[in-house]
């Protein structure tokens, strides 16, 4: 009796030594992850990235699992947490996201590259939390020096390096990755291959823009775009254009480096750019096979190119003597032939064709003459999600009648209203409004950043809805590119603004962009979170969607009404931004329009620190 008599007052004891166990546990690990998260906040604020210097301000964001915002009791609007991504999808892409595909079972045609075409998920498959850096993620290094080095830490990938060692592409040096300015036909150096064409076509003094003649230039298969990095001396822009495939991140090099980059394939689906856009097309070793599927990938080449543009053409088939190198380069010679294209210039490795000014070759082809003629009734200025063509897109009857695109040379052609105005009946007056509007606006913009800026703290800029272009071109005499975004459901005006001299891309903002997380300095959304609500798209999405394209301590300059201003500050937590100013807008077009500017913080998450620990 005794016995059992003790065991029963020993049972109370254990129970009680478990619970405080338990209870110690839990205290440990929520306690524990919320030091991990101050310790997140902390590594951006000891950088000089902003942060709050409350107390309580630094408990309520110390999480790295999820963020809060305060219930609005006023009128019932809660914005949820966003949970931070798992650290594997750091450079998540979300329409280009190969294991998406393989989740989904789409069934594409790898031959035809359509596994590296857009496949946006369906809103249920979206992520919907936070994109985190990579572990040790530091503020890129500013341009023009990262033209030549950025962190590896940043983009930690050296296959690359390894694979093209024999090449300068990029070398890896201590704790940077090192680009020499080399590609697979230019080994010693973008500077004199460039040189060499200019020289090839008997530019004056070697330089490629001929006198601003040529000012837009589309790098087909870029590597890690060197070529278009080093045309931005020449007053030269460049769309270096390549798939994320097996060579790991080339884009990302890019845009990390500071040169105007897009993740894009010639696949099945028309490049997102209207016809007549570029001076100049590139393929230096690109393997792509131009002869598949009637000459499509060259038509399409030639759909983007301006009267009297160039193909610029670095390939074995250009020089090599074996059986079917001579065989490639027979069909290909005779293909162009075909589309009315004529050699400029062959030394070498490199072959340079020019198409025709006019429409004059075109009719008189003989009948049935392959490729065929575009139907008349098509519009090759219609991209976003349209089908290449296998066929020739004639010039317009401007075009072909003032013999080229009457586009004034570079700087001018900036200013200039571009003839294709009246394609949206757009008057002279309308364009040097809207030029000068923007022009003013930009800088109120200026004034308001410049207490937290400095002349190199912004690089990459992208306009979320460009118009016509104005603000890109108020800002030609900073040290800065714009990518243009015009949205796909409205006037297709992207044709003026590669008319102008600048860059873009069509996008509908109901999808994600096609580009890696972390790679643009500063965002202008002029009207779009706007636009997006009225086409019954998630508000919340885009914001989701900004922060995973903004660089950390990047910026956002939100012009749009006051509600929308109001709901975006309602998530200013949630997303981790600060908000650095607000002000009426003083010449908008609407009374109620309200300009806002937030400050993307730098944070990592607990299984980060724990790496760098």
């Known amino acids: 009796m005794r016995g059992r008599s003790d065991g029963g007052k020993k049972k109370p004891v254990i129970v009680l030594v478990c619970i405080a166990a338990v209870v110690l546990v839990f205290v440990y690990l929520f306690f524990g992850s919320s030091n991990h998260g101050a310790s997140a906040i902390e590594y951006g604020r000891k950088l000089g990235l902003g942060g709050d210097d409350d107390d309580a301000s630094k408990k309520d964001e110390a999480s790295s699992t999820s963020f809060y915002v305060d219930d609005d009791d006023a009128n019932g609007f809660t914005p949820r947490s966003f949970p931070v991504c798992d650290d594997r999808h750091s450079e998540l892409i979300p329409c280009l996201d190969r294991n998406l595909i393989y989740q989904m079972r789409l069934k594409l045609d790898l031959s035809l590259m359509e596994h590296y075409e857009r496949h946006c998920p369906p809103p249920e498959r979206r992520f919907n939390c936070l994109i985190p850096p990579p572990p040790g993620y530091k503020v890129p290094i500013k341009w023009p020096k990262s033209r030549d080095e950025v962190w590896k830490v940043n983009i930690p990938h050296t296959h690359l390096a390894h694979e093209k060692s024999d090449q300068n592409w990029m070398v890896v040096k201590g704790d940077k990755i090192n680009f020499p300015g080399g590609g697979t036909h230019f080994h010693y150096g973008a500077d004199k291959y460039i040189a060499s064409m200019a020289n090839m076509l008997k530019f004056p003094n070697n330089i490629l823009n001929n006198g601003g003649r040529l000012r837009t230039f589309l790098d087909v298969g870029c590597g890690v775009a060197s070529f278009g990095g080093y045309l931005l001396a020449s007053d030269i822009m460049t769309m270096s254009l390549a798939p994320n495939d097996v060579h790991q991140n080339q884009i990302q090099f890019a845009l990390e480096r500071g040169i105007p980059a897009y993740l894009g394939v010639l696949g099945t689906k028309r490049l997102p750019y209207p016809s007549r856009s570029f001076e100049l097309a590139h393929c230096s070793r690109c393997r792509i096979d131009w002869l598949q599927r009637d000459g499509i990938l060259l038509l399409e080449l030639d759909r983007v190119l301006r009267p009297g543009g160039y193909f610029a053409y670095s390939s074995p088939e250009a020089y090599a003597q074996d059986e079917e190198d001579l065989r490639i380069w027979r069909e290909m010679s005779a ?3 075909r589309m009315c294209w004529t050699i400029a210039a062959k030394r070498n490795q490199t072959v340079i064709w020019q198409k025709p000014m006019t429409n004059d070759c075109y009719q008189e082809r003989e009948p049935g003459t392959q490729p065929p003629l575009c139907n008349s009734d098509g519009d090759p200025d219609a991209v976003y999600g349209v089908n290449m063509e296998a066929c020739i897109s004639q010039y317009s009857e401007h075009d072909h009648k003032t013999k080229g695109s009457g586009l004034a040379p570079w700087p001018a052609r900036l200013t200039s209203p571009p003839p294709r105005l009246a394609d949206f009946g757009y008057s002279t007056d309308m364009f040097e409004k809207d030029t000068e509007t923007w022009r003013r606006r930009v800088d109120a913009y200026w004034d308001l950043l410049t207490p937290v800026i400095q002349s190199d703290t912004v690089r990459n800029i992208m306009d979320m809805k460009a118009n016509m272009g104005s603000f890109a071109a108020a800002l030609n005499d900073k040290d800065v590119w714009v ?3 015009v949205p796909e459901d409205g006037p297709n005006t992207l044709k003026l603004i590669y008319d102008r001299g ?4 069509v996008h509908s903002w109901c999808e994600a962009f096609s580009t ?9 959304a002029w009207d779009i979170i706007s636009d997006v609500k009225k086409r019954g798209c998630s508000a919340e999405d885009l914001l989701l969607e900004m922060d995973r394209i903004l660089r950390p301590s990047g910026f956002i300059l939100i012009r749009d009404k ?10 200013l937590k949630a997303l981790h931004w600060e908000a650095v100013e607000t002000k009426a807008a003083s010449d908008s077009d609407h009374d109620s329009d309200v300009i806002l500017v937030v400050q993307k913080k730098l944070w990592l998450t607990s299984e980060s620190l724990r790496d760098l620990e």
């Not at 600048?502 to 891309?505: D, N």
């Not at 006051?562 to 998530?571: E, G, P, W």
């Open 335 to 337: 293909l162009v032939e």
């Open 483 to 485: 990518m243009n975004v």
């Open 502 to 505: 600048l860059m873009g891309a």
């Open 516 to 524: 890696y997380p972390r790679t643009y300095d500063l965002l202008h």
């Open 562 to 571: 006051q509600s929308v201003v109001d709901l975006v500050k309602k998530y």
